[in-house]
């Protein structure tokens, strides 16, 4: 019955040798290949019931009997069917081939090694057997190649240290397929005939040589040549000289037992990298067995002897365990082993195998120190090979053989399985894909929150993209806000290169004031807008720019060094109030901040930025804004521009003497154009203004409202015409038209009048805005033919020839502007922005001066503007800045303003003027100066 069912379940072949004991010797080498989960030492077997540990690999001696080929060839066939994978073995015949004469030689010895590594690095040893033999596979070789071989020319006896590294370079790139490729000849004459001839000579020979260079200094093989104990590789110290030293003919005066340890070393460093446990390499965790090497005709005749003690001695001297059990087959035990351990004939001893093996330890436990050879060989006495004939052949097959022709090897560790390790890669990829992504999308939408920056960049935090696509914020690092205009970029550039010497200035004079502005402007970087409508932002810039450059130049006790950040709203300022809450995080992280200059476009929104700012505690100074009510906002906002209530004074003014008696000019009538935008402050107080002031001087008056061309997406503020369809119903208007808007509106009101009627246009005149075409000449030229005149805060004309602080500094900073000053001063911009930086300038002087010990805070240099007045008021380039000595004054008192006048070809002279002006006399039409409190 238990045959039957033997014979039924149990996998039985012939190939396996039938011997008395045939199946202890199966387990015995099943125990001995089996490799455990842990450490590198086989697992424990157990001796009569008792843990024995183990402390290596014996070298197994199969001597006696009659067949060693058919012994081998059975052991080969049962590793070969292990369950659940194939045990790595290789069988190898040392009579096979042509033997040298010599059994100890070297190259003998070099062979066997060559053929036990090719067999371990095929394929058929399994995905997780195989070993790649790097370092035996170089110094193997050397070995073999000669280093006088490659001399170019015969009787050559120099450069053979270049001809090896070249042979050297050539095996690397065989062995790795991209340069392989790359160096091909097709692919080489292909790279070279459709690349560029520098891309051909960096792939094809740079990139290889220099990772060459890399790898022989780096590469693990090539640093365990020279590290290893044998040869003295340290002699003569490079890679290159030892190397030679390994090559024909050079190794035949070196010692050939080193020569054979090197060799071995070398192997059997091969497979302890390949076995060598590492979290990240699960592959060696699949190792379940270790190596076998066969090897079959072991005698005197040959190598097998010397290999043996070779593999010996290496073991004693490196103290290393290798994963490699090694099973020998011959006539006679070597000379250096014990004696036989076994006789399979008894049979009835209790596992043979593990007594065998506990033997062998035994001795090994008590002569391995000694570190010689016979503690490490395991001589097993086999008997007769049974033939098939035999009667008792068909016995002992089923009892000995069968129940042990089946290896089982243990499974790898759940973890370090290949479905495992592929799924973990796999989710490890994803992950890395996922965290990838995460970062990238995380990273993109940074970026496009902050201006394109990263959060790298030092402008990111203090950046932000605002719903319209403009990007608003403070710039202190050299963000230009990506602005279409390459004159502003080059101001940017500017500022942001004297703020850098501000900060060495502080450092090398730190008792002067340091203090820090922020240019608030409205038009930075408005997309769709051209570079002319943007000129007055960066003239603006250009001013306070050159207050800051003579403030550098300066080199007074009390002269403040001063920094500037420019800062943009947005169009239309509607997003002040957010890059407020920027400047308040930058106020408690930066104590030099103390005010604002800039506050663009008279809006509704200009008035929350405004009452924002005062709830900061930062005063304001704006530069252009003249609407009535924003003086309302907040006691901390000052303007060096005149208000809306003043223009419209002079205006009437200036009409009442156009149009008075005895005079060829219009009929004293006026229609006001204004628009229907219900956010444009500006342009409701001063068509307002103007009304009251024509009405008192005796004219009619009557309005006419347009829409403005809404932003992209967003709906018309009203069902009122268009500028132009208003500039068409103008034309046959015989008052005098006054224009209440916004420069780039009456462009398309005079685009509307050249329609119409370019021949007979009507008089018209327009507020301060207009001034923004005007000087811009490309825009101003575009309707010849039709004359306007319009109100400026400048005198309208100025030089860079040094006659003034502004125009000196701006010859020097912004040479290119200068050709440009005639026009450009036609909007007053520039010399606003000067005027402005000035006011701060001036207070921090004079806090200095009258308490040097009063920290320049805010509320203080805003106490110190206040005070602007009198003897202390500012002789501006836009005229002269006073306060007037009221305590809640906060416009310039009789600030000055001009009338230009655009004749029919587009050149630009002045009507006249209005204000204070240093000692010059306003025109005779103008209204009256109004006096100082105190005087």
């Not at 157990?46 to 540990?53: C, I, M, S, T």
């Not at 093989?221 to 490079?238: E, K, M, S, V």
């Not at 970062?439 to 319209?468: I, K, P, Q």
Request: aromatic residues 8%.
């Amino acid at each position: 019955m238990a045959s039957n069912e033997l014979d039924s379940h149990t996998p039985v072949t012939p190939v396996i040798p039938v011997f008395h004991g045939a199946g202890h010797l199966l387990r015995l080498i099943a125990d001995l290949v089996r490799r455990p989960r842990r450490r590198e030492c086989p697992e424990p077997v157990r001796h009569r019931g008792v843990a024995q540990g183990r402390e290596g690999l014996p070298v197994v001696c199969l001597v006696g009997g009659d067949d060693h080929a058919q012994l081998a060839k059975g052991i080969s066939h049962f590793l070969g069917h292990a369950d659940p994978r194939r045990v790595p073995h290789v069988l190898h015949d040392l009579q096979a081939g042509a033997q040298p004469a010599d059994p100890e030689s070297v190259d003998a010895v070099r062979r066997t090694l060559e053929r036990l590594a090719q067999g371990f690095a095929l394929s058929v040893n399994g995905s997780d057997g195989r070993v790649r033999f790097r370092r035996f596979g170089l110094v193997n070789w050397l070995a073999q190649v000669g280093a006088d071989s490659g001399r170019s020319h015969p009787g050559d006896v120099e450069g053979n240290d270049l001809t090896l590294l070249q042979g050297l370079r050539e095996r690397e790139f065989r062995r790795r397929r991209v340069f392989g490729l790359l160096r091909a000849p097709e692919t080489e004459l292909a790279v070279d005939g459709k690349v560029p001839w520098w891309v051909w000579l960096f792939a094809v020979h740079v990139l290889p040589l220099a990772w060459f260079r890399i790898r022989r200094g780096l590469g693990r093989d090539y640093r365990w040549l020279l590290n290893q104990p044998y040869l003295a590789p340290r002699d003569p110290g490079t890679f290159t000289g030892f190397a030679e030293r390994l090559t024909a003919p050079h190794n035949e005066v070196e010692d050939p037992e080193q020569l054979r340890k090197l060799m071995v070393n070398a192997f059997l460093e091969d497979l302890r990298s390949a076995f060598r446990r590492r979290i990240w390499r699960p592959g060696t965790a699949r190792r379940t067995a270790y190596c076998v090497a066969l090897l079959d005709g072991l005698g005197p005749d040959n190598c097998g002897y010397t290999l043996l003690r070779t593999i010996i001695d290496v073991r004693n001297e490196t103290g290393a365990f290798d994963p490699l059990l090694v099973v020998a087959c011959g006539a006679e035990p070597p000379a250096e082993g014990t004696g036989v351990r076994a006789d399979w004939g008894r049979s009835e001893l209790w596992r043979l195998s593990d007594r065998l093996y506990g033997g062998w330890r035994d001795t090994f436990l008590h002569q391995g120190r000694a570190r010689n050879r016979a503690p490490w060989y395991l001589p097993v006495s086999v008997p007769r090979l049974m033939p098939p004939t035999e009667e008792a052949y068909e016995l002992t097959r089923r009892l000995e053989v069968a129940q042990d022709a089946r290896l089982r090897i243990p499974e790898p560790p759940l973890w370090a399985r290949r479905v495992v390790s592929v799924v973990a890669a796999c989710s490890a990829a994803l992950a890395l894909l996922g965290t990838g992504a995460l970062v990238l999308g995380t990273e993109s939408g940074y970026r496009e929150a902050h201006c394109g920056l990263s959060r790298f960049d030092d402008d990111a935090d203090t950046l932000l993209t605002a719903e319209t696509g403009e990007c608003i914020g403070v710039a202190r690092h050299g963000f230009t806000f990506h602005s279409p205009d390459p004159s502003l970029d080059r101001t940017l550039q500017t500022i942001y290169a004297q703020n850098t010497r501000a900060e060495e200035a502080h450092k090398a004079a730190p008792e002067r004031p340091f203090v820090t502005l922020v240019h608030l402007s409205a038009l930075l970087s408005v997309s769709g807008k051209s570079s002319g409508q943007l000129a007055y932002g960066r003239e603006a810039l250009q001013g306070a720019a050159s207050a800051q450059s003579r403030q550098l130049r300066s080199t007074g006790a009390t002269e403040p060094i001063l920094r500037i950040f420019p800062a943009n709203a947005g169009s239309g300022m509607r997003f002040g109030t957010r890059v407020v809450d920027i400047l308040e995080r930058l106020k408690e992280q930066d104590p030099s901040l103390v005010g604002v200059t800039g506050l663009d476009q008279s809006r509704e929104a200009t008035n929350r930025t405004i009452r924002r700012l005062t709830a900061v505690g930062l005063p304001m100074v704006a530069t252009t804004l003249s609407a009535d009510t924003l003086v309302r906002q907040s006691p901390m906002y000052f303007q060096v521009s005149p208000q809306n209530s003043r223009e419209a004074e002079v205006a009437a003014a200036y009409l009442d003497h156009l149009v008075g008696p005895g005079t060829d000019k219009p009929v004293r009538q006026v229609r006001i154009i204004a628009s229907a935008d219900p956010s444009d402050t500006y342009s409701k107080t001063l068509s307002d203004d103007v009304a009251k002031r024509f009405r008192a001087r005796g004219f009619q008056v009557e309005k006419t409202v347009f829409t403005p061309p809404p932003p992209p997406g967003a709906e018309p503020s009203s069902d009122a015409p268009g500028p132009g369809a208003v500039g068409q119903r103008s034309c046959s208007y015989r008052g005098v038209v006054f224009y209440a808007g916004r420069s780039e509106d009456f462009e398309a009101l005079l685009g509307g009048i050249n329609e119409s009627c370019n021949s007979d246009p009507p008089t018209l005149i327009g507020g301060d805005d207009v001034a923004r075409l005007a000087a811009d000449a490309e825009r101003r030229e575009h309707y010849p033919g039709i004359p306007y005149d319009f109100l400026d805060f400048t005198l309208g004309s100025a030089h860079c020839d040094g006659t003034s602080e502004l125009y000196a500094e701006l010859s020097r900073l912004f040479p290119d502007e200068c050709a440009k000053v005639p026009n450009s001063s036609l909007d007053g911009h520039a010399a606003l922005g000067f005027d402005a930086v000035k006011l701060y300038v001036n207070a921090v002087k004079q806090l200095r001066e009258e308490a040097a010990q009063m920290p320049l805070t805010p509320p203080a240099v805003w106490h110190a503007i206040s005070g602007v007045h009198g003897d202390a008021a500012l002789d501006g380039e836009s005229g002269i800045i006073s306060f007037g000595g009221d305590v809640d004054r906060q416009v310039p008192l009789d600030k000055l303003l001009s009338v230009q006048r655009i004749d029919g070809v587009g050149r630009p002279t002045q009507a006249g003027f209005c204000g204070r002006v240093g000692g010059k006399r306003q025109s005779a039409w103008c209204p009256p100066l109004e006096p100082e409190q105190g005087r």
